[in-house]
C-alpha cells in the first residue's frame, strides 16, 4: 500500500525557515519522480517542486525559486522540501505527491508564515 506521510510544517516568521519531510513507503522509491504541492485556502493546488528518481532532474514553480529546495535520500525513502525566505504568501498545505498510474497523496502539513 502507497503511503506517503509528510511532517515539519508550522509556524514562522516571514524570513525564517522550515524543512518539510515526506516518508513514504509501499513502493520502488527510487524509481519515481517525487513532487511537492500546495494549496492555500480558496486557491488551487499548486505544484511547488519536482525531483527526478535521481536527483538530477529538478524543476521548481518560479515563485519559490532561489529559496526552496527539493532533495530525496533514496537510502530513506525519504523527500524533503527545505524552505527558506519564507514569505506570507507561502501559507499553504504543503503534501508529497508520486504518480504510480495515478496521483497518490500524503495528508498534507500545514505551513504558516506570519508575524
Known amino acids: 500500500q502507497v503511503q506517503l506521510v509528510e511532517s515539519g510544517g508550522g509556524l514562522v516568521q516571514p524570513g525564517g525557515s522550515l524543512r518539510l519531510s515526506c516518508a513514504a513507503s509501499?513502493?520502488?522509491?527510487?524509481?519515481?519522480?517525487m513532487r511537492w504541492y500546495r494549496q492555500a485556502p480558496g486557491q488551487e493546488r499548486e505544484l511547488v517542486a519536482v525531483?527526478?528518481?535521481?536527483?538530477?532532474?529538478?524543476n521548481y514553480v518560479d515563485s519559490v525559486k532561489g529559496r526552496f529546495t527539493i532533495s530525496r535520500d533514496n537510502a530513506k525513502n525519504t523527500v524533503y522540501l527545505q524552505m527558506n525566505s519564507l514569505k506570507p504568501e507561502d501559507t499553504a498545505v504543503y503534501s508529497c505527491?508520486?504518480?504510480?498510474?495515478?496521483?497518490?497523496w500524503g495528508q498534507g502539513t500545514q505551513v504558516t508564515v506570519s508575524s
Open positions: 505527491n508520486v504518480n504510480i498510474g495515478g496521483d497518490f
Open positions: 509501499g513502493f520502488s522509491f527510487s524509481a519515481y519522480a
Open positions: 525531483i527526478g528518481r535521481r536527483s538530477i532532474s529538478i
